[in-house]
């Protein structure tokens, strides 16, 4: 994403000094919801990597390891504590219980793709996991979509930086794909939204008609 707290020049500091712990630890913070760039920090290890400063499967183990490991911490806490926690932080803003029951079924519904693809989609990557555990979804369904989706995000931005770093510099790399994940977000939002946004209008038009 654009906004990040911490910067570039700081993310690859951090980077060059501790090598794929770095790499590990900040794609895992990010799952766990700390406010971590962890496209920036996958698109630097593959950037790193093409300048055979680290291995690319180094790179490419330690940005899977810390993105599947950080999903499941998440869907842990998504399963125990998180439908109640938001439940309550609904009452506080007094949004009713049966939207929220409305959500948690679409999701649940579509579960699956949002774990897997919500890899390259700003927020849900970080989300993904704990809504998977407020929707119930198995814990055996969960880890093989998690999975399968932290390979295959890590392989896509490990390799393309690792490729395209060479050819354009490491900051316009990153912008494009903050770019892309801004948008993939906005499109599963409206994706989202629209259609409940809909049904609602319905049903207060036969309301209001009877």
């Known amino acids: 994403m654009s ?3 911490v910067s570039l020049e700081k993310i690859q500091e951090f980077a060059h000094y501790y090598g794929y712990w770095a790499i590990f630890i900040g794609i895992l913070l990010e799952n766990l919801g700390i406010p971590i760039p962890g496209e920036t ?3 630097i290890g593959g950037f790193l990597a093409g300048s055979q400063e680290l291995n690319y499967w180094f790179v ?6 810390g993105a599947v490991l950080g999903g499941t911490c998440g869907y842990w806490i998504g399963r125990y504590t998180g439908w109640e926690f938001i439940l309550r932080t609904a009452g506080f ?3 009713p219980a049966v939207r929220l029951e409305e959500l948690k079924d679409k999701f649940s519904q579509n579960a699956a793709k949002a774990v897997f693809f919500g ?3 700003a927020l849900l990557r970080i989300f993904s996991g704990l809504l998977a555990g407020i929707a119930g979804m198995s814990f055996g369904k969960f880890f093989v979509y998690n999975l399968a989706g932290a390979a295959v995000w890590a ?7 690792f490729f395209v770093g060479q050819v354009v510099s490491l900051e316009q790399l990153v912008s494009w794909v903050g770019e892309f994940a801004i948008l993939a977000l906005a499109i599963a939002t409206a994706w ?4 409940l946004w809909w049904e609602s209008r319905q049903v207060k038009k036969i309301a209001s008609e009877d």
Do not use: D, N, Q, Y
């Open 3 to 5: 906004l990040e707290f």
């Open 155 to 161: 392989s896509v931005m490990v390799t393309l930086a």
């Open 192 to 195: 989202i939204v629209v259609p």
């Open 41 to 43: 920090v996958t698109l």
């Open 60 to 65: 490419l183990g330690s940005a899977i390891l």
């Open 119 to 121: 890899r390259f989609i």
């Open 93 to 95: 803003f007094r949004i």
